[in-house]
């Protein structure tokens, strides 16, 4: 039998609503005794299934009630609705659009604004929401070819060309409600964000991609952090605004005019750094030399490098006093399995040691990072075994213009427990998912605040090509598909 929170979300699903009184939920019960014959008690007329078929020439099994909505707007602006093929569409909108589809319920109706380009709409709302419609705004788009196509997980999406003034009063006139409004970086963000603030079911704002023009620092201020990702949640106007794909606002980075003082690592915990390299003779003593005025020890696993990677880096040791281990392993008995190396490199660190970083050897700290990072450490409590560093991708071979994508998050600093030890998951992208992890501060200047940190330095450019690096993707993403990894 259907309980009441199972009649409830069935009416916010398909009809956008809750039930009228206890009385309808029991009644409901009583008659349909299955998700499925209430959906049908919804869907069976033969009234609706010729509607749908006749204007969208869409199989019965994709219809919906929130698209018949979206429907009645398309047809509003006097269009007739075409299936056609699925557009392309940017790889962050999935992501974006699982911030509310994701929730308890099937969103009646997202909205996209913005040209799409790379991936298609099919990987913009996840499987299991045939309650949901996606209305496309393409202002790109001929006015007089609006159309209609089924996702493959059954969502309907429909694409229109019109302004923000006109969808407002589509919207009205339907007395439709929003549940997801995503901004793809079009011209023109917050005209769009001003004109269907008032048919949002949640107040809350997703801009896709950067920057966004109209967003700017003065207008934005810091609050409450995100409870999902630990990240401070900008506003905008009354309206919580969520990023997809990088920061809300351009970050720079620009060193301190005069050098922070050193601060004294005896009185703070045992940080010991640990890396895994392999022919990085070119960078290893730059990464090195940029942690070893804070380290207590350094743990190097070399997974098979035919150049000098190893020496440098025991010569390196040598000269900063810093006890080490290093360690030559065999590349291919780690089976292209990052996960496995860096744990690998992790058993190199003895007891006494409190945290450990681990960095690549493309990457590096700045003097300014030391003392915040011992800082956090320091101030750790004891349920917080792991750290998520926001990381400064370098595009150039400086350090100028601007970090993208940022802030890159990177669960990099752990807290060394050998008796239960903090290990990475994931052949590929690897990461910390056994353990809980916290995010520390971003980089606030864009909009007048603190730099905050500690941040990774990722120096793309400075070792690589630009040949070399899309190799190195590349590499990458065969070993992901190798290892069954999306």
């Given at each position: 039998m259907l309980t009441e929170t199972e009649v409830t979300q069935l009416y916010r699903n398909l009809l956008g609503r809750d039930p009228e009184d206890a009385a309808t939920i029991r009644d409901f019960q009583d008659y349909y005794q299955t998700l499925d014959r209430g959906r049908k008690a919804v869907f069976g007329s033969d009234e609706f299934n010729d509607f749908y078929a006749r204007v969208t020439g869409l199989p019965t099994h994709a219809r919906d009630l929130a698209a018949s909505l979206a429907l009645g707007m398309l047809r509003q602006a006097s269009a007739q609705p075409a299936p056609v093929a699925s557009p392309p569409a940017a790889p962050e909108v999935a992501r974006a659009m699982r911030v509310i589809?994701?929730?308890?319920?099937?969103?009646?109706?997202?909205?996209?604004?913005?040209e799409p380009a790379g991936q298609r709409l099919d990987d913009l709302v996840p499987l299991g929401h045939r309650g949901a419609a996606v209305l496309h705004l393409a202002p790109g788009?001929?006015?007089?070819?609006?159309?209609?196509?089924?996702?493959?997980?059954?969502t309907t999406l429909f694409r229109l060309a019109a302004g923000p003034a006109q969808v407002a009063e589509i919207l009205a006139a339907q007395d439709a409600r929003i549940d997801a409004l995503c901004l793809l970086g079009p011209p023109g963000g917050p005209d769009w964000a001003q004109a269907l603030k008032p048919h949002l079911a949640r107040r809350a704002l997703i801009l896709v991609g950067r920057p966004h023009a109209g967003f700017d620092a003065p207008a934005v201020s810091t609050a409450v952090a995100d409870a999902h990702h630990g990240e401070p949640v900008q506003h905008w106007q009354g309206l919580r605004l969520h990023h997809i794909g990088g920061w809300l606002l351009p970050v720079g980075y620009q060193p301190p005019s005069k050098p922070p003082p050193a601060p004294d690592r005896a009185a703070y915990p045992r940080l010991a750094i640990?890396?895994?390299?392999?022919?990085?003779?070119?960078?290893i003593a730059n990464m090195l030399r940029s942690v070893l005025p804070i380290a207590s020890f350094c743990a190097v696993l070399d997974t098979g490098s035919a150049d000098a990677t190893l020496q440098i880096a025991r010569d390196v040791l040598e000269a900063s006093g810093v006890p080490g281990a290093l360690a030559q392993g065999d590349h291919a008995a780690f089976d292209d399995d990052f996960a496995a190396m860096r744990n690998a490199a992790l058993a190199l660190v003895p007891d006494g040691i409190d945290w450990v970083l681990m960095l690549d050897g493309d990457e590096e700290l700045e003097p300014e990072d030391h003392a915040p990072l011992l800082r956090?450490?320091?101030g750790a409590s004891p349920s917080q075994h792991a750290f998520a560093l926001p990381r400064?991708?370098?595009?150039?071979?400086d350090k100028s213009g601007l970090v993208t994508p940022y802030p890159d998050r990177q669960v990099r600093l752990l807290r060394h427990m050998p008796g239960r030890p903090v290990r990475y998951q994931n052949p590929v992208h690897e990461t910390i998912r056994?353990?809980?992890?916290?995010?520390?501060?971003?980089?606030?200047?864009?909009?007048?605040?603190?730099?905050?940190?500690?941040?990774i330095h990722h120096l793309?450019?400075?070792?690589?090509t630009p040949a070399e690096e899309d190799a190195k993707q590349q590499r990458y993403r065969e070993i992901a598909a190798r290892h069954g990894i999306g």
């Open positions: 589809l994701d929730q308890p319920g099937a969103a009646r109706l997202a909205v996209a604004v913005g788009f001929p006015a007089a070819a609006p159309w209609a196509g089924a996702l493959e997980d059954g640990a890396t895994i390299v392999r022919n990085e003779a070119v960078c956090l450490i320091a400064y991708n370098y595009t150039g071979a056994s353990t809980p992890h916290s995010c520390v501060p971003l980089d606030e200047s864009a909009m007048g605040g603190p730099r905050n940190g500690p941040h793309v450019r400075r070792f690589r």
